[in-house]
């Protein structure tokens, strides 16, 4: 495929909220604490014996009266994810200065608010099997129910859409927000990725037999599968202005690709992933040697693991220092490629490379140099993978201005 | 106006009453009536034996209309980027998983845990043609297919590729019936292009709109259009089939619509 090089996009402002902690004071103090936010799955009714990465706070919630109809787990997650950080005060600002109609939404999401509908499958009409009246779809279980809430919270009229493929689906937001930018149809936009926890995903895990029942542990040399985890991250992006801060963020590169191979296996070489980390170098015009870090997608599962670490020895050799931050916040499925980014952008600005969290033995099969100890040190380049499901497959390359 | 150009060289169709768009151009230019009758699903044939298996609804709606769109362009699917637009995944195994999770044995199978994921179709499309291209996979509710449209002419447009826009929805079974009426499994496939090549059938040029929505005279047809989020988009094909250049509006987001300026070839 042909691209053209990237204009690189400014992330103006972000935010992440997750079980290791509201918003980006939060979120750094845990990464230099080295503090991980997975606990013993206590979450509804779920009888599965495993470790989850839960957001404390998220039932309690409120949704403005204006958009009762959008309240589920789902929604109120992206709301306090919102409020963070004044992430809020600067899309409202951006929209003052832009107009409504020229800064887009487009979120990923894997499950939404299917949690409303799980749980309204348990009050139905014994007789007729309906389900319960108070029960909306649209505001809650349909795939596009978060950005339509983000959207109409904002008061945004331009473009918007929910990126849903798995894991992948908030780092590819990055790009479809590209395109639209690039295109010229708007001058900003709000992208990021909200996953909360539901049946459907600890079951469905659990039936693939992917579910550690410990906090999971990439890398380790016993892992044994992952820990689900929950959050809400956002960037406001827009064009690069002459005049950055030197610790300004930026979004220099995108790959996406897909591995044409398995529903739920990663292809055996990581060809997918290979193509994708190439493409980001390519349009950010980096060679592997000029990236300092790497944002693993690493959700300790045996052969996700292995075959990402295959991939990236192919396109970086091993000495890249990388590293997986779900031992700390749990994969948080759609919204993974958000956290990624967020992480990265913090990292970028604060000269953090996080260490993997509950890696006690690294698996010596696996030859990377895989950041067991923070190192604080200045960093200029990082990038990030996340790969889903479906064999989906993206990588974002960012940078710190100067 | 930001005006976004692309010209279609390849047009795929399934849904009630309309069996492929070869045969359904008279039924949308008004030659023939419209009869609509369940929608008939065919085979993926292209799938791996364990795959075909496996496959649910979504996938043989996609596998459908994306490879009569593809042959009618004369291209390889492995070739092409892809956009899949849903307003959700497949919606009977939806309906059984959530059936299961209320139930006392909640141990899903891998298979319909698979089959879950809004990217089903996606997955399943580039085991089966190959494609390690990117996939887009969106959901915008009712504005489904004008989101998945315009991914599509963004990806034409910027970075200057070809590609296939594959817009589809499966029916709800009840009890979400009732709560999201989508009667029956309907898709169209369109194969984008930058260049107005040989073998383009028609360009289109799209911009944002405030104008309302194109609608069908026929009541069967509007009904359609209406319960159905991918048909959203068959005023573009009605116009094509009447073999006119014409100009429609689509309908997208409650703020904001497409208007499409269609130049045949």
């Known amino acids: 495929m042909a691209y053209f090089s990237l204009n690189p996009l400014w992330l103006s402002y972000f935010t992440a909220t997750s079980s290791i902690g509201r918003g980006l004071d939060q979120t750094l103090a845990a990464l230099r604490q080295r503090r991980a936010g997975l606990a013993p799955c206590a979450f509804d009714t779920v009888d599965l014996a495993t470790f989850i990465g839960e957001v ?22 992206a709301l306090l994810g919102l409020a963070q950080d ?24 894997s499950t939404s608010g299917i949690l409303q509908t799980e749980l309204a499958y348990r009050r139905r009409d014994p007789v007729t099997g309906a389900l319960p009246a108070d029960f909306i779809y649209r505001t809650t279980h349909n795939t596009f129910s978060v950005a339509d809430f983000t959207r109409r919270y904002f008061g945004l009229t331009g473009p918007a859409v929910v990126v849903s493929s798995a894991c992948s689906s908030s780092a590819k937001v990055f790009g479809s927000a590209r395109r639209m930018m690039a295109a010229g149809l708007i001058d900003a936009a709000v992208v990021g990725g909200v996953d909360s926890l539901c049946l459907t995903t600890l079951y469905g895990f659990s039936s693939l037999g992917l579910i550690s029942e410990q906090a999971c542990r ?34 220099l590169g995108i790959g996406e690709s897909s591995d044409a191979h398995h529903m739920s296996s990663p292809h055996p070489d990581g060809r997918g992933a290979r193509m994708a980390m190439q493409e980001a170098l390519k349009m950010a015009g980096l060679r592997a040697s000029e990236i300092d870090y790497i944002h693993l997608h690493g959700t300790a599962t045996q052969s996700n693991d292995a075959v990402e670490a295959k991939a990236v020895q192919y396109v970086f050799g091993s000495g890249t220092p990388c590293s997986s931050t779900k031992g700390a916040t749990g994969h948080t499925l759609g919204a993974a490629g958000g956290v990624g980014a967020v992480i990265c952008a913090l990292g970028l600005q604060h000269g953090l490379l996080p260490a993997g969290l509950n890696t006690r033995q690294l698996d010596p099969t696996l030859d990377l140099d895989y950041v067991l100890d923070n190192r604080e040190q200045p960093v200029a380049r990082m990038l990030s993978n996340s790969f889903g499901f479906g064999g989906t497959n993206c990588s974002l390359v960012f940078a710190r201005a100067n | 106006m930001h005006t976004l150009t692309a010209s279609i060289e390849g047009i795929g169709l399934l849904g009630p009453g309309l069996t492929d768009w070869l045969s359904s151009q008279a039924i949308l230019s008004g030659q023939r009536p419209y009869q609509p009758h369940k929608t ?32 009618a362009a004369g291209l390889d699917a492995a070739s092409l980027p892809s956009v899949f637009s849903a307003s959700g995944g497949d919606g009977e195994n939806c ?128 009904n359609l259009r209406i319960a159905i989020p991918a048909a959203r988009g068959l005023p573009l094909l009605r116009a094509i089939a009447m073999r006119q250049d014409k100009h429609v509006v689509l309908d997208y987001l409650d703020s904001t619509r497409l208007a499409v300026a269609i130049a045949l070839c």
Not at chain 1, 65 to 72: G, K, N, S, W
Not at chain 1, 86 to 106: D, K, N
Not at chain 2, 42 to 55: I, Q, V
Not at chain 2, 121 to 144: C, E, K, N, P, R
């Open chain 1, 56 to 77: 404390a706070g998220v039932d309690a919630v409120q949704l403005p009266a204006h958009l009762a109809d959008f309240d589920c787990r789902n929604n109120r997650l």
């Open chain 1, 86 to 109: 004044g992430f809020a005060e600067a899309v409202r600002a951006a929209g003052a200065r832009y107009g409504a109609q020229r800064i887009g939404v487009f979120l990923g999401t």
């Open chain 1, 218 to 251: 990439p890398f380790d040399a016993q892992r044994n599968g992952i820990s689900i985890g929950e959050a809400a991250a956002f960037a406001l992006l827009e064009r690069t202005p002459e005049h950055l801060d030197a610790d300004a963020v930026l979004l």
């Open chain 2, 40 to 71: 008939v699903l065919p085979a993926p044939a292209l799938l791996p034996a364990a795959e075909r298996r496996r496959s649910c609804a979504i996938v043989k709606l996609t596998l459908a209309t994306g490879l009569e769109a593809i042959a």
């Open chain 2, 95 to 222: 309906h059984i998983i959530c059936e299961m999770l209320a139930s006392d044995d909640r141990q899903i199978s891998p298979t319909r845990f698979h089959n879950s994921v809004h990217n089903v179709a996606a997955g399943y499309w580039s085991i089966a043609t190959g494609a390690m291209t990117t996939s887009s996979v969106l959901s915008a509710f009712d504005a489904s297919f004008g989101a998945g449209l315009l991914e599509a002419l963004t990806q034409v447009v910027v970075d200057n590729t070809r590609t296939v826009l594959l817009a589809c929805d499966t029916a709800y079974p009840e009890p979400l019936y009732s709560a999201r009426p989508i009667p029956d499994a309907f898709g169209i496939a369109l194969v984008l292009a930058p260049q107005r090549g040989a073998q383009a059938l028609a360009q289109i040029s799209v911009n944002l709109t405030d104008a309302i929505a194109d609608r069908f005279d026929d009541a069967a047809l509007e």
